[in-house]
T-cell receptor, first 115, second 115 residues
Framework: AQSVTQPDIHITVSEGASLELRCNYS??????LFWYVQSPGQGLQLLLK??????LVQGIKGFEAEFKRSQSSFNLRKPSVHWSDAAEYFC?????????????FGSGTQLTVLP | DGGITQSPKYLFRKEGQNVTLSCEQN?????MYWYRQDPGQGLRLIYY???????QKGDIAEGYSVSREKKESFPLTVTSAQKNPTAFYLC??????????????FGPGTRLTVL
């Protein structure tokens, strides 16, 4: 079965600093990978996704992620963090076929941004 | 505007009561999902449906029930059999097209509290 690990429960960065959130997945085939962001009390918003092709994918809000098959990783990056980026971030892997298609989510990384 | 709506935003339940959470989408998506979110545990799949009048159990279906009588609607009932229902509930939908496979779009959520 597929699984997703986000090793960092909580990360604190200063505004303007660079950011990298880690995500490792376990899945036997080529994965479909996603990053979502959630503000407090809100639903999840899709930041970006990887299906195939270029391993560096660009998303909304200036985020990007790189798929590294050899490391089973899909880390999220942003060169300069803004205070509005404070939120919880979830990595997910899509697996299954037909009626069994599902997303499996990591447990999330809470991002705090210091002024 | 196309999107997913969930109502109510906040819901309070007394012990022994059944309550129903509403989820409606006007995105013309075939698949719909219900997740439960508890602090520090990410999202756990309750039920999902990929076609009208058909649905499948997710990882934590016990104590919950759903129906899918219309493509745009996927209500979730939290029954009295669910012993610890206090949580944040998220509804999502997904198109079944090849370019969007596994991509899920989320509603704003319903916070259920047992009194």
């Amino acid at each position: 079965a597929q699984s997703v690990t986000q090793p960092d429960i909580h990360i604190t960065v200063s505004e303007g600093a660079s950011l990298e959130l880690r995500c490792n997945y376990s899945y036997g085939a080529t994965p479909y990978l996603f990053w979502y962001v959630q503000s407090p009390g809100q639903g999840l918003q899709l930041l970006l996704k990887y299906f195939s092709g270029d391993t560096l994918v660009q998303g909304i809000k200036g985020f990007e992620a790189e798929f590294k098959r050899s490391q089973s990783s899909f880390n999220l990056r942003k060169p300069s963090v803004h205070w509005s980026d404070a939120a919880e971030y979830f990595c997910a892997v899509g697996a299954g076929s037909g009626s069994a298609r599902q997303l499996t989510f990591g447990s999330g990384t809470q991002l705090t941004v210091l002024p | 505007d196309g999107g997913i709506t969930q109502s109510p935003k906040y819901l309070f339940r007394k012990e022994g009561q059944n309550v129903t959470l509403s989820c409606e989408q006007n995105l013309n998506h075939d698949a719909m999902y219900w997740y439960r979110q508890d602090p520090g545990q990410g999202l756990r799949l309750i039920y999902y449906s990929q076609i009208v009048n058909d649905f499948q159990k997710g990882d934590i279906a016990e104590g919950y029930s759903v129906s899918r009588e219309k493509k745009e609607s996927f209500p979730l009932t939290v029954t009295s059999a669910q012993k610890n229902p206090t949580a944040f509930y998220l509804c999502a939908s997904s198109p079944m097209t090849s370019g969007q496979v596994f991509t899920q779009y989320f509603g704003p959520g319903t916070r259920l509290t047992v009194l």
